[in-house]
C-alpha cells in the first residue's frame, strides 16, 4: 500500500523548520544542544524510516559518528567537547541528508497540485458539477475527482494523480486548491 507523501512532505518540512532552532542552541552553547541534535536525528530517521527510505542509513551513520566520541580514548572534559565538535561539524550534513530526501517529494507534490489546479478549473468551465452547502464538502471533492476519472478528455490526468499519489492525497490537494465559487 502507498504511504501519503504529503504527510511525508509535511513531516520532513517539520523538521527543517526546527532546524534554525537547534542552530541557535549550538550558537549559544546551550548545555542541551546534543540532546536536542540527537533527538532531532532520531524522529527524523523514524520519518524516513516509515516510508522506507533509504536515506535513514546516511542519517544513522552521522549520528553514530557522533555518539562514537563517547568512547574515544581520551577521558574527561575532553571526550565531551570532542563529541560536541564532531556534532557541530555534522550539522550540514544532517540538515542536507533530510532537504535531499525531501526536494523530489515536495517536487512531485507541486507538479500534482499544478496539475489538480489545471483540472479544477477545465471542471469548473464546464460548470457540470454545482455545490450544495446542504451536502458536506466531501461529497463535492468526491464527485470532482470522479468527473475526473469518468471524462475521456480528464482521465490523462487521473492516471498522472493516481501513480504519483494516493487517493487520499489526491482529494486533499482537491480540497486545498478548489475554490468553491467557480462551483
Request: hydrophobic share 45%; aromatic share 6%; net charge neutral.
Amino acid at each position: 500500500m502507498k504511504k501519503s507523501i504529503i504527510q511525508l512532505v509535511d513531516a520532513l518540512k517539520g523538521k527543517l523548520l526546527e532546524f534554525p532552532g537547534i542552530v541557535t542552541k549550538l550558537e549559544r552553547k546551550e548545555v542541551d544542544f546534543l540532546k536536542t541534535l540527537l533527538a532531532w536525528i532520531i524522529k527524523s530517521e523514524e520519518i524516513l524510516s516509515t516510508y522506507n527510505l533509504s536515506s535513514v542509513s546516511e542519517l544513522a551513520g552521522i549520528r553514530g559518528k557522533i555518539i562514537s566520541a563517547r568512547f574515544s580514548d581520551n577521558r574527561g572534559s575532553s571526550e565531551k567537547k570532542l563529541q560536541l565538535k564532531i556534532a557541530s561539524e555534522s550539522l550540514f550534513d544532517v540538515q542536507k541528508v533530510v532537504l535531499d530526501t525531501l526536494k523530489p517529494f515536495e517536487l512531485k507534490v507541486e507538479e500534482c497540485r499544478e496539475l489538480v489546479r489545471q483540472l479544477l478549473l477545465i471542471i469548473a468551465q464546464t460548470k457540470t458539477i454545482k455545490y450544495s452547502s446542504d451536502l458536506p464538502f466531501e461529497v463535492l471533492v468526491n464527485d470532482i475527482w470522479q468527473f475526473i476519472l469518468s471524462n475521456e478528455q480528464l482521465k490523462a490526468g487521473a492516471i498522472k494523480l493516481k501513480t504519483s499519489l494516493t487517493l487520499a492525497d489526491i482529494q486533499v490537494l482537491i480540497a486545498e486548491e478548489i475554490n468553491i465559487e467557480d462551483f
